[in-house]
């Protein structure tokens, strides 16, 4: 079965510098996740996007943006990356049939030095 | 806002034996969903179990049973015949409707040979 995809897996960085994460959800899934887990921390909800529309937000800095595509893609942008943006970042999709099951990708590294 | 805690950091058992993972949460909500995600060291996030929070029934898929006692908010993942492939970090894992998922902490087990 397809999952989602995640690109690049691993990403190195200089501070100040930009990053993009791309995601390919599940076929038919309509909603992606972006979730940011910090070395020895639990994951924390970035974003969400439903149907190409913002549905809600958390605790993503303003250097930050994100957007769902006609495709259901959707890309993370990173801008003035600092060091403490190093972490694993999720993403997952859902569909409206069963919208409380989430699956993740494999995730993005991101290294800033 | 919805609370997830996970008491126990680190647990660690031998081969074989039966482990039991301890969730409590905290919400106003009566609908929701529960989840428990293994997290191994590829940091993957798979997920192990869910259950509706308007089923009475305790949710079960293999060697993976929960205790479910909803008056109490607690959420317990039971692994019997715990097996070497075991060894990881789990989550237990919050969410109501089609909205963010909210983690607990983190209990990163290990099962000795």
């Known amino acids: 079965a397809a999952g989602v995809i995640q690109s690049p897996r691993h990403l190195i960085k200089e501070k100040r510098e930009t990053a993009t994460l791309k995601c390919y959800p599940i076929p038919r899934h309509d909603t992606v996740y972006w979730y940011q887990q910090g070395p020895g921390q639990d994951p924390q909800f970035l974003i969400s996007f439903y149907e190409k529309m913002q549905s809600d937000k958390g605790s993503i800095p303003d250097r930050f943006s994100a957007q769902q595509f006609s495709d259901y893609h959707s890309e993370l942008n990173m801008s003035s990356l600092e060091l403490g943006d190093s972490a694993l970042y999720f993403c997952a999709s859902s569909s409206q049939d069963r919208e409380a099951e989430q699956f993740f990708g494999p995730g993005t590294r991101l290294t800033v030095l | 806002a919805q609370t997830v805690t996970q008491s126990q950091p680190e647990m660690s058992v031998q081969e074989a034996e039966t482990v039991t993972l301890s969730c409590t949460y905290d919400?106003?909500?009566?609908?929701?969903?529960l989840f428990w995600y293994k997290q191994p060291p590829s940091r993957q996030m798979i997920l192990v179990i869910r259950q509706e929070a308007y089923k009475q029934q305790n949710a079960t898929e293999n060697r993976f049973s929960v205790n479910f006692q909803k008056a109490a908010k607690s959420f317990s993942l039971k692994i019997s015949d715990s097996q070497l492939g075991d060894t990881a970090m789990y989550f237990c894992a919050f969410i109501q409707g089609a909205q963010k998922l909210v983690f607990g902490q983190g209990t990163r087990l290990t099962i000795n040979p």
């Open positions: 919400t106003s909500e009566s609908n929701y969903y």
